[in-house]
């Protein structure tokens, strides 16, 4: 059973190194953007999967909360991302009926 | 005066859906269905839906649960699959990943299932809805691993029978009655 | 008795199995990250495979507690994944066309481009995007870096 686990935390380990080369290299912005988006879905996976081998389920209301504030960096920076490049274009008339 | 009541009616009516998933969403984060969880819950879903205005979403007025499930159940054996044909792509031999962006012009012209079908096309692996033209329902998707127009074709009857399935549970009347020949 | 103990040994080692699927589906994506040629495809890679891997680790999850409340408990995680994975896989993957943060030559046909094309070409009401579009692609990439 334990090697079952250790299988599965290296593999894991592996994947989240893999994912930081990417998040460290780039090149684009946006690179980083899903790079980051992977890092945290595993972050959850790895949550879930230390009460699955700890055997207790405390952790769940913080798999919850990550789970549904995992959009709001990714949307943040998308929005920027589009923002900042539209903004030459369109000065201030977008940005005002935004009430920013 | 009247007419300002009637409106209000109108949309709480019309938001009655989403206030019980709210509602049924606070009792799941709690875990228990106790009287306290309800009325807490009805009293935040409100509060929810008063501070954060959503215009009315136009639900078709049919609901047919069992095509409904095997929607549910098609989207998430078809992400099963593909979650694993892109692995496999991603650990294969390096070949030429050609993708391609496809328009698709959807028979709907209701927000409800646009959205829907957007939803099931960017959970299904391999195909990301980039941009959708809301006033003519179109979705430009963009799909991996497409190497001939043929394919191309694939991708676009993919999404088409998406919408199919989604509308046979939850289309209005007339837009399945359209999409059924 | 012996029974009950196997029955609980299977479930456990259902469980780790489901686990290991789920670190080898983020290995996956981890990888497609790292070879796919753009950032587009890199998106493919990245986000779904994941939703699949969380939805087998809840399944462990609810295996190795063996209660409904914690699947109850456990529904919340995975609605929240469903709904809102493809909202910022669909927000991620728009800016990164605007942005021009990807390989033309990589798309067999882009039927995006040409409506663009045409919307620039006719003034219609539904192109107000289009000046976003331009000024995404004479912006090059790199905006972060």
Redesign the interface.
Same mark, same amino acid.
């Given at each position: 059973m334990t090697v079952l686990w250790m299988i599965a935390g290296a593999i894991a380990m592996v994947a989240v190194l893999l994912v930081l080369v990417r998040l460290i290299t780039g090149p684009t912005l946006i690179d980083r953007l899903i790079a980051s988006d992977v890092l945290l879905t595993t972050l959850i996976l790895v949550v879930g999967a230390e009460m699955v081998i700890s055997g207790h389920t405390r952790n769940i209301p913080l798999m919850?909360v990550l789970a549904a504030t995992a959009i709001l960096a990714s949307v943040a920076v998308a929005r920027f991302v589009t923002r900042a490049n539209a903004s030459p274009l369109t000065p201030d008339a977008e940005e005002g009926s935004d009430g920013r | 005066m009247t007419a300002v009541e009637q409106r209000a009616r109108v949309t709480l009516r019309q938001q009655l859906p989403l206030l019980l998933a709210l509602v049924i969403?606070w009792m799941?984060?709690w875990?228990s269905i106790t009287p306290l969880t309800i009325v807490t819950g009805v009293v935040v879903a409100l509060g929810v839906t008063r501070a954060f205005y959503l215009p009315p979403v136009e639900l078709s007025g049919r609901f047919n649960l069992f095509w409904f499930i095997v929607f549910v159940g098609r989207v998430?054996g078809e992400?099963?699959v593909?979650?694993?044909q892109?692995?496999?792509?991603?650990?294969g031999p390096?070949s030429r990943? %050609?993708?391609?962006? &496809?328009?698709v012009d959807l028979h709907t012209r209701s927000d409800f299932i646009l959205t829907g079908t =957007?939803?099931a096309v960017?959970? &299904?692996?391999?195909?990301?809805?980039? %941009?959708?033209?809301r =006033?003519?329902t179109v979705l430009?998707v963009?799909t991996?691993s497409?190497?001939?127009?043929a394919q191309?074709e694939k991708a676009r009857a993919h999404v088409l029978s998406l919408e199919r399935s989604l509308l046979r549970a939850w289309g209005s009347r007339e837009e399945w009655e359209a999409v059924r020949s | 008795m012996v029974g009950e103990e196997q029955w609980n040994s299977i479930l456990d080692i259902a469980a780790a199995s489901l686990l290991i699927v789920a670190a #080898?589906?983020t290995l996956?994506?981890a990888?497609?990250l790292l070879?796919?040629?753009d950032p #587009?495809?890199r998106?493919?890679?990245a986000?779904?495979?994941q939703? $699949?891997g969380l939805?087998l680790v809840v399944v462990a999850i609810a295996l190795s507690a063996r209660s409904a409340?914690v699947l109850?408990?456990l529904?919340?995680v995975v609605?929240f994944q $469903?709904?809102t994975?493809?909202i910022s896989?669909?927000m991620v993957?728009?800016a990164g066309?605007r942005n021009g943060d990807f390989e033309p030559s990589?798309?067999?046909? /882009?039927?995006?481009?040409a /409506?663009v094309d045409a919307a620039r070409g006719s003034e219609l009401p539904?192109g107000s995007w289009e000046d976003e579009v331009d000024g995404g692609s004479s912006n090059p990439r790199g905006a972060g870096s």
């Amino acid at each position: 059973m334990t090697v079952l686990w250790m299988i599965a935390g290296a593999i894991a380990m592996v994947a989240v190194l893999l994912v930081l080369v990417r998040l460290i290299t780039g090149p684009t912005l946006i690179d980083r953007l899903i790079a980051s988006d992977v890092l945290l879905t595993t972050l959850i996976l790895v949550v879930g999967a230390e009460m699955v081998i700890s055997g207790h389920t405390r952790n769940i209301p913080l798999m919850v909360v990550l789970a549904a504030t995992a959009i709001l960096a990714s949307v943040a920076v998308a929005r920027f991302v589009t923002r900042a490049n539209a903004s030459p274009l369109t000065p201030d008339a977008e940005e005002g009926s935004d009430g920013r | 005066m009247t007419a300002v009541e009637q409106r209000a009616r109108v949309t709480l009516r019309q938001q009655l859906p989403l206030l019980l998933a709210l509602v049924i969403l606070w009792m799941l984060l709690w875990g228990s269905i106790t009287p306290l969880t309800i009325v807490t819950g009805v009293v935040v879903a409100l509060g929810v839906t008063r501070a954060f205005y959503l215009p009315p979403v136009e639900l078709s007025g049919r609901f047919n649960l069992f095509w409904f499930i095997v929607f549910v159940g098609r989207v998430l054996g078809e992400m099963a699959v593909a979650s694993f044909q892109v692995a496999l792509l991603a650990i294969g031999p390096r070949s030429r990943h %050609e993708s391609a962006l &496809v328009k698709v012009d959807l028979h709907t012209r209701s927000d409800f299932i646009l959205t829907g079908t =957007a939803l099931a096309v960017s959970l &299904v692996p391999g195909s990301i809805v980039v %941009e959708v033209d809301r =006033a003519s329902t179109v979705l430009y998707v963009h799909t991996l691993s497409v190497h001939s127009p043929a394919q191309v074709e694939k991708a676009r009857a993919h999404v088409l029978s998406l919408e199919r399935s989604l509308l046979r549970a939850w289309g209005s009347r007339e837009e399945w009655e359209a999409v059924r020949s | 008795m012996v029974g009950e103990e196997q029955w609980n040994s299977i479930l456990d080692i259902a469980a780790a199995s489901l686990l290991i699927v789920a670190a #080898l589906l983020t290995l996956a994506a981890a990888i497609g990250l790292l070879r796919f040629p753009d950032p #587009l495809s890199r998106l493919h890679a990245a986000t779904k495979p994941q939703i $699949l891997g969380l939805l087998l680790v809840v399944v462990a999850i609810a295996l190795s507690a063996r209660s409904a409340t914690v699947l109850l408990l456990l529904i919340p995680v995975v609605v929240f994944q $469903l709904l809102t994975a493809p909202i910022s896989a669909h927000m991620v993957g728009r800016a990164g066309y605007r942005n021009g943060d990807f390989e033309p030559s990589a798309l067999l046909v /882009d039927e995006l481009a040409a /409506d663009v094309d045409a919307a620039r070409g006719s003034e219609l009401p539904g192109g107000s995007w289009e000046d976003e579009v331009d000024g995404g692609s004479s912006n090059p990439r790199g905006a972060g870096s």
